[in-house]
C-alpha cells in the first residue's frame, strides 16, 4: 500500500470542499497524536480515510450496509452514520487496508463507542476541530483539546446530540454509550489524581 496512491484515491472519492475538510484531519489528528502520546502514523491514516465513502451516492452506501454484513441497524437511524461503516468496508475492500485499529477508528469516528481507542478518540476529535469547521461551541472544543481528549469528545458529542434533539431525529445509541464511557474515564481519573495515583 502506497501512500500517495492512497491519497490519490481518497480525494477521487470527494469533491474539493470535502478533501481540504479531509486534509484538515490528517493535520488535527497528527498535532493530536502528539500532544497525546498516540500513534501518528495510525492515527494519520485513519484520519486521511476517515471520510472516504461521505461523498458517495447514498443508495450506495445503503446497497453496502445490506449486501456487506454491515450492522443492519444503521439504516434506522441518520444517514450521516452510514458512511462512517461504508468507509471502513471499502478501504478494506479496494485498498487492501488491514489494521483493525486504523479501521476502527474510521467504523466509528462519527457515532464513537464504548471503550474508545487512543486511534479513535484522536481522529473523533480531530474531525470535531479541524481548522477549516466551524460551528456554534467549536472553539470551546478546541480549547478542551488543548488538555484533554476526553473532555474535547464530551463537549463534541453535546454539541451533536443537542442539535439532533433540536431536529426532533433519532440519536444512535452508540453515541450515548461513547459519551457515558468518557465521562466515566474523567471520573476515575480525577479519583486517582484525589489519591495521589
Ligand atoms: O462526516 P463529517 O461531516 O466530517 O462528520 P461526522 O462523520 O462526525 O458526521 C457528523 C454528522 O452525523 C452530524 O451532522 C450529526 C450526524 N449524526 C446523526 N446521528 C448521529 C450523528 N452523529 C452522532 N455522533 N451520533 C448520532 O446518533
Ligand atoms: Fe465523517
Ligand atoms: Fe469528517
Same mark, same amino acid.
Given at each position: 500500500?502506497?501512500?500517495?496512491? =492512497?491519497?490519490?484515491?481518497?480525494?477521487?472519492?470527494?469533491?474539493?470542499?470535502?478533501?481540504?475538510?479531509?486534509?484538515?484531519?490528517? %493535520?488535527?489528528?497528527?498535532? =493530536?497524536?502528539?500532544?497525546?502520546?498516540?500513534? @501518528?502514523?495510525?492515527?494519520?491514516?485513519?484520519?486521511?480515510?476517515?471520510?472516504?465513502?461521505?461523498?458517495?451516492?447514498?443508495?450506495?452506501?445503503?446497497?453496502? $450496509?445490506?449486501?456487506?454484513? +454491515?450492522?443492519?441497524?444503521? !439504516?434506522?437511524?441518520?444517514? %450521516?452514520?452510514?458512511?462512517?461503516?461504508?468507509?471502513?468496508?471499502?478501504?478494506? %475492500?479496494?485498498?487492501?487496508?488491514?489494521?483493525?485499529?486504523?479501521?476502527?477508528?474510521?467504523?466509528?469516528?462519527?457515532?464513537?463507542?464504548?471503550?474508545?481507542?487512543?486511534?479513535?478518540?484522536?481522529?473523533?476529535? @480531530?474531525?470535531?476541530? %479541524?481548522?477549516?469547521?466551524?460551528?456554534?461551541?467549536?472553539?470551546? $472544543?478546541?480549547? +478542551?483539546?488543548?488538555? #484533554?481528549?476526553?473532555? *474535547?469528545?464530551?463537549?463534541?458529542?453535546? #454539541?451533536? $446530540?443537542?442539535?439532533?434533539?433540536?431536529?426532533?431525529?433519532?440519536?444512535?445509541? =452508540?453515541?450515548? $454509550?461513547?459519551?457515558?464511557? !468518557?465521562?466515566?474515564?474523567?471520573?476515575?481519573?480525577?479519583? #486517582?489524581?484525589?489519591? *495521589? *495515583?
Amino acid at each position: 500500500m502506497n501512500l500517495e496512491t =492512497l491519497r490519490e484515491a481518497t480525494r477521487r472519492q470527494m469533491p474539493d470542499k470535502r478533501w481540504k475538510h479531509t486534509l484538515g484531519v490528517v %493535520e488535527t489528528s497528527v498535532k =493530536l497524536a502528539e500532544r497525546f502520546g498516540g500513534d @501518528a502514523a495510525k492515527a494519520e491514516l485513519a484520519a486521511l480515510l476517515h471520510d472516504y465513502a461521505k461523498a458517495w451516492p447514498i443508495d450506495r452506501q445503503a446497497m453496502v $450496509i445490506r449486501e456487506r454484513g +454491515l450492522p443492519p441497524e444503521l !439504516l434506522d437511524f441518520d444517514k %450521516e452514520l452510514w458512511h462512517a461503516h461504508v468507509g471502513a468496508w471499502a478501504v478494506r %475492500e479496494e485498498h487492501g487496508i488491514d489494521d483493525e485499529e486504523v479501521l476502527d477508528a474510521i467504523r466509528y469516528h462519527t457515532s464513537g463507542r464504548e471503550r474508545m481507542t487512543l486511534t479513535d478518540k484522536i481522529v473523533c476529535l @480531530a474531525d470535531y476541530i %479541524e481548522p477549516g469547521r466551524d460551528f456554534p461551541g467549536v472553539n470551546k $472544543i478546541r480549547r +478542551l483539546a488543548e488538555h #484533554s481528549l476526553e473532555e *474535547g469528545l464530551v463537549a463534541g458529542f453535546d #454539541s451533536t $446530540i443537542s442539535l439532533l434533539v433540536e431536529k426532533g431525529k433519532r440519536i444512535f445509541p =452508540l453515541t450515548v $454509550i461513547a459519551r457515558n464511557g !468518557l465521562i466515566d474515564e474523567l471520573k476515575k481519573r480525577g479519583q #486517582s489524581e484525589l489519591q *495521589g *495515583g
